[in-house]
């Protein structure tokens, strides 16, 4: 009779346990989606089934600092670490709520105790690092940087030891850092512009534009990298270039929600640098470029390279007489660098954004608007291939299949076309 109620004393702790775990599982997603007090509820309920669950403390008092109720989430801490001294979440969350109620050096006495339980928790070392540099301890930053990066090498960790490093001007150091984000990770946009930023800060302007241009080719929409390549143009003695990169800058601004955000400084930058500027350049500034353009494409033809000097500088002058703004920026976000292809995709964009204008089935739009919002050719491409679709399933005959088919895929009639053929043939 004992082993019996012994054995169902442990099948008991362990479902009791599990519900525990449950309540920190569904604080946990709670907490992913922003629902802090609903994860406090769920954290609560884990602690009245466990009261000694460090874990759910740890939680909760991380969940209190994200709702600002710093006090509460200093008392339940606290009782994380009381529960299980050795805990290094706890101590890490500490330093987190710290850090977040401007507590900095509270903050580096509990990443520190962090890293005494754990010495290869890179994380703690970045977080201090990040606390020191708001401290202008830099060097101090650096070198926990440096012990994150050994343990972990990520691509936050480098671009804050690069930050640090431009602090304390060492600009070589920072380039450094800046290649390795850019080997993590090189389709962002930004790193491309913090390494141009830190080659211009060494008087390398000819790697400044090279990286600066490699930012607009990822995120040709943004004012910024133009502005900052225009102005290392100036800087190296491109003036006509470099005032251009300017004039883009600023009409990139007028496309922005925020205008206003960077376009004084750019008005500032044409004042003192373009005195004489105007947004329409010279034309021989407009000519060097697509000479060179037309040199890139074919560099040992020189009938070719004149001949797409000529299709350029022509599509270039069409390009400046165009009315439709908002296709405009379409066809130049689409091809930069191409004058040809603007006119191109200028022509196209203009034509099925008139189509589009005209067609009838209001449901059939709307669908071919949600999927291509910012592209009227491919609107109207979907537009096109959606009717069929649509006419083509009020045709059919097998209605068990159709129904199917619509049920699967309610508001696109192309797949509905699809998986009524795959289910009748």
Avoid at 27 to 44: H, S
Avoid at 331 to 341: G, L
Avoid at 412 to 420: A, G, L, P
Wanted: hydrophobic share 30%; aromatic share 12%.
């Amino acid at each position: 009779m004992k082993k019996v109620l012994l054995l169902l004393m442990v099948i008991a702790s362990a479902g009791y346990s599990q519900t525990a775990k449950t309540y920190i599982d569904k604080g946990d997603a709670k907490d992913k989606l922003k629902d802090y007090k609903g994860a406090i509820t769920e954290y609560t309920m884990a602690i009245k089934i466990e009261p000694n669950n460090a874990l759910a403390y740890c939680s909760r008092g991380r969940v209190n600092a994200n709702l600002k109720d710093y006090n509460g989430a200093i008392n339940d801490l606290n009782k994380a670490v009381a529960i299980k001294p050795s805990y290094k979440e706890g101590y890490r969350s500490w330093g987190i709520v710290c850090k977040m109620n401007q507590d900095f050096n509270g903050a580096i006495i509990f990443f520190t105790k962090a890293i005494e339980i754990e010495p290869m928790d890179d994380y703690s070392y970045y977080q201090r690092g990040e606390v020191n540099s708001k401290l202008k301890n830099y060097k101090e930053a650096i070198t926990d940087y440096s012990m994150a990066i050994v343990i972990k090498p990520k691509e936050n960790y480098y671009n804050s030891r690069a930050k640090a490093k431009r602090h304390i001007e060492d600009y070589k150091g920072a380039i450094a850092d800046y290649t390795e984000v850019i080997k993590i990770n090189p389709i962002e946009a930004l790193n491309y512009g913090l390494l141009a930023g830190a080659k211009e800060n060494v008087g390398d302007l000819n790697g400044a534009i090279a990286d600066y241009t490699k930012a607009i080719k990822i995120e040709p929409r943004h004012p910024i990298y133009y502005e900052d390549r225009g102005i290392a143009k100036i800087k190296n003695g491109q003036k006509d270039e470099g005032c251009l990169d300017l004039s883009i800058a600023l009409r990139k601004c007028s496309e922005m929600n925020s205008p206003d955000l960077w376009s004084g400084d750019i008005e500032k930058a044409i004042r003192e640098y373009c005195e004489s500027a105007t947004n329409n350049f010279p034309s021989q500034s407009i000519e060097s470029m697509i000479r060179d353009f037309a040199r890139n494409e074919y560099p040992n033809d020189s009938k070719m390279q004149e001949f797409i000097t000529k299709q350029q500088m022509s599509a270039y002058r069409y390009m400046q007489t165009v009315t439709d703004n908002e296709v405009n920026q379409i066809a130049e976000r689409e091809y930069p660098n191409d004058y040809s292809m603007q006119q191109f995709t200028y022509n196209n964009q203009l034509a099925a954004k008139n189509y589009m204008k005209n067609v009838t089935d209001s449901e059939i739009k709307q669908i071919a608007f949600r999927e291509y919002a910012n592209d009227y050719t491919m609107q109207k491409f979907a537009y096109d291939k959606q009717l069929s679709a649509k006419n083509y399933m009020k045709s059919v005959t097998n209605s068990s299949a159709r129904a199917k088919s619509q049920r699967e895929y309610p508001n696109d009639y192309t797949m509905q076309k699809f998986t009524y053929d795959k289910l009748t043939y």
